[in-house]
Nanobody, 122 residues
Framework: EVQLVESGGGLVQAGGSLRLSCAASGFTLDDYAIGWFRQAPGKEREGVSC????????DYADSVKGRFTISSDNTKKTVYLQLNRLKPEDTAVYYC???????????????WGRGTLVTVSS
């Protein structure tokens, strides 16, 4: 089955850290760009970061640059998003997505994960 499964969300205090994981199954990670989107309550979904595992290209939203780091482990078919110096405004459901065109920033989302909730308390 082709799918993306996120994990690693949770409740953390402002200034803390979390590491999100996105495990891919049913396809080869090298053929896709993998990205993270997030959606906070009452707000539109926004792109956070992406990576092309094939060549290591990465991209970040301005709001997370210097605090979040994306990486991939192709042998484990997993993409990670390290979230540091978290702020209450980072509270959202974080979704992992794939782009078969290998575009980063993500251009065409082919597959969505079900999301993992990150809650940052002040």
């Amino acid at each position: 089955e082709v799918q993306l499964v996120e994990s690693g969300g949770g409740l953390v205090q402002a200034g803390g850290s979390l590491r999100l994981s996105c495990a891919a199954s049913g396809f080869t990670l090298d053929d896709y760009a993998i990205g993270w989107f997030r959606q906070a309550p009452g707000k539109e979904r926004e792109g956070v970061s992406c990576i092309s595992p094939r060549d290591g290209r990465t991209d970040y939203a301005d709001s997370v640059k210097g605090r979040f780091t994306i990486s991939s482990d192709n042998t484990k078919k997993t993409v990670y998003l390290q979230l540091n110096r978290l702020k209450p405004e980072d509270t959202a459901v974080y979704y992992c997505v794939s782009d078969v065109t290998n575009a980063c920033p993500i251009g065409y989302v082919e597959l969505w994960g079900r999301g993992t909730l990150v809650t940052v308390s002040s």
